[in-house]
């Protein structure tokens, strides 16, 4: 049986609005298992984001978990302080976010933000990283690397940069990466090689990945394990193949039909 890397219980999150206490996320409850791809998905609004940010304790001013656990190796981290989470974050737990230009900052070049990055983690000299790096950003089809690392976020387009999160995630090689819609205004071809960089990672290194996405195409790719959002709760859960083949609830059911329907749009 498969060892159970994140075990999420009864989970509840609140927004403080300006027309009174709003519950994003419903008590959910789910796992997330060892080695495998887990893909969550839903409409926006579906509390998804929010379920995750909880999970990493990067939640907004105004929202907090009101009720439930989150387990990680057994360590409940909503009990736990933000110096803590924070030697989690990084390098236990990495996070791959949707728009990465708006993760690095423009006026400092690429090789300075990821080497500040991996070495408030891990103790290593600079000389180091960028040999190590190099060879990772080589595998993943990123030509001339030491000519990206001298170059600023604006200089690389959108598919460079989620592989430099990439490269910055197997590098640190975490228990968990999370990628929060890391295919969201990438083009076909660039999607594909992001989603198939993820695969290799997992295959590789055994990495657990947990995806967040509202695109049934992107699950089909990539799977293992799916959960279902609607408006805060799991409404569906399954292997990839069940999930698929026999779609039991109606939003389910909608949602892969509207992912086909457009692909075969795009194609006539």
């Known amino acids: 049986m498969l060892e159970n890397i994140v075990e999420v219980k009864k989970l509840k999150t609140i927004f403080n609005t300006e027309s ?27 509390g998804k984001t929010v379920t995750v940010t909880s999970m990493i304790k990067m ?41 990465p230009m708006n993760c690095f ?24 990283f960028e040999n190590k790096f190099c060879e990772i950003m080589k595998n993943l089809n990123l030509e001339n690397p030491a000519a990206i690392l001298n170059q600023y976020p604006f200089q690389l387009s959108g598919g460079m940069l989620q592989r430099m999160m990439i490269a910055a995630a197997i590098f640190m090689k975490p228990d968990i990466i999370i ?23 997992q295959k590789k ?25 609607q408006e805060g709760s799991i409404v569906e859960r399954g292997n990839v193949f069940e999930i698929f083949n026999n779609p039991k609830h109606s939003y389910t059911q909608s949602l ?12 006539c």
């Open 105 to 128: 900052n423009p006026s400092i070049t690429m090789g300075t933000q990821i080497y500040d990055l991996i070495s408030s983690n891990i103790k290593i000299a600079r000389k180091e």
């Open 205 to 229: 290194y055994n990495t657990t990945i947990l995806i967040i996405t509202h695109d049934f195409g992107v699950v089909a790719e990539i799977a293992d394990e799916v959960l279902v959002m």
């Open 20 to 46: 009174g206490i709003k519950e994003v996320v419903k008590g959910i409850s789910f796992d997330i298992k060892k080695g495998k791809v887990t893909c969550i998905v839903g409409e926006s609004g579906s």
């Open 256 to 267: 892969i039909k509207a992912t086909f329907d457009r692909e075969v749009e795009e194609v």
């Open 179 to 201: 990628a929060d819609e890391p295919t969201t205004a990438l083009d076909v071809t660039t999607q594909k090689e992001i989603l198939r960089q993820f695969k290799l990672i």
């Open 59 to 99: 939640l907004p001013k105004n929202a907090s978990i009101s009720e439930g656990s989150i387990l990680f190796h057994g360590q409940d981290l909503t009990k736990i302080t933000e110096k803590e989470i924070r030697q989690i974050r990084g390098k236990k737990i990495f996070s791959v976010f949707q728009n």
